[in-house]
């Protein structure tokens, strides 16, 4: 797993458990985008509304990663939650900040 990668985890596991996603969201550009795949939500367009879909509706469960491919500024993680089920996030960064997110569970 490469450092960035880590400290995008380490950091979402630690706003999951303190309940403050400050942290976490700091590492988001202005003009981030955050979306899913398969389920009716987002996009979130902007760090502001990435953070409103964070405070309305919080992530219920840590996570660990199991595989990281990088390409370029772009990284495809596969990820499994911490109370069972997995899926994938590809995260794309500018100047080791978070610009895309795109997050896929698997059925």
Do not use: K
């Amino acid at each position: 797993m490469n450092d960035r990668v880590r400290r995008h985890t380490e950091l979402f596991n630690a706003s999951f458990r303190s309940g403050d996603w400050s942290p976490f969201l700091a590492t988001f550009t202005e003009d981030a985008v955050m979306s899913f795949g398969g389920v009716p939500v987002g996009p979130f367009h902007g760090r502001a509304a990435i953070a409103e879909a964070y405070a309305r509706q919080p992530p219920t469960d840590t996570m660990r990663v199991d595989s990281v491919r990088s390409e370029g500024d772009t990284d495809l993680v596969r990820f499994a939650w911490s109370a069972g089920g997995t899926g994938t996030m590809r995260v794309c960064w500018r100047d080791d900040q978070v610009v895309g997110l795109t997050i896929t569970f698997d059925s």
